[in-house]
Structure formats: structure tokens, C-alpha cells
Nanobody, 114 residues
């Protein structure tokens, strides 16, 4: 059974940085386009960033220029480097394939607050 395990969240002040990691069981991080999603309280889950097999990336307008998605295929791991964090980035962050082929993991909580 495929598992997605996110980590790296926490409490950070506005303007700070965090690096999230997602370890995917099997080889899915190497075989599929991968993505980070987030869900803020009382809001729908939204796509934040995705990375294709060829390494090309796309970002939501709200995070463009601040977040960077990357992958280490050998480690079956996808990362999300988040800089210049804002209170509106507060959410639970999840990873999955871009087509959401697998069950969601537990996510990792990010709180941006002074």
C-alpha cells in the first residue's frame, strides 16, 4: 500500500522559512508528477505547487516567487521550500501525485503567526 508521509511543518513568524518533506513509498515520486496541496481551516484543499517527471514546475499565483518544489527521485522524496511566509500560508500541507492517485497522508501543519 502506498504511503505518503509529510514532515517539516511548524510555527514560524511572518517572513520566515520552512522546508517540508514528503517521503513516498515505492517509486511513485520518481514515476509520477508530484504536487503539494494545502488546506486552511474551513477552506477547500488547494494545489500549491507541482513538479513533472522532467523537473518542470508550476505554482499557484499566491506562492509564486516564494515557494520552490523539488524532488529527489533516489530518496522518493519531494520537498517544498517555503520562504517569506505569510499568515495566509497557514494550513495543513499534503503531498500526492498531481492526479491524486493515492490516499492522503496525515499532512504537516504550518502556522505562520507572530
Amino acid at each position: 500500500q502506498v504511503q505518503l508521509v509529510e514532515s517539516g511543518g511548524g510555527l514560524v513568524q511572518p517572513g520566515g522559512s520552512l522546508r517540508l518533506s514528503c517521503v513516498a513509498s515505492g517509486s511513485i515520486a520518481r514515476l509520477y508528477a508530484m504536487a503539494w496541496y494545502r488546506q486552511a481551516p474551513e477552506k477547500q484543499r488547494e494545489l500549491v505547487a507541482n513538479i513533472a517527471r522532467d523537473g518542470s514546475t508550476n505554482y499557484a499565483d499566491s506562492v509564486k516567487g516564494r515557494f520552490t518544489i523539488s524532488r529527489d527521485a533516489a530518496k522518493n522524496t519531494v520537498y517544498l521550500q517555503m520562504n517569506s511566509l505569510k499568515p495566509e500560508d497557514t494550513a495543513v500541507y499534503y503531498c500526492n501525485t498531481l492526479l491524486i492517485l493515492y490516499p492522503w497522508g496525515q499532512g504537516t501543519q504550518v502556522i505562520v503567526s507572530s
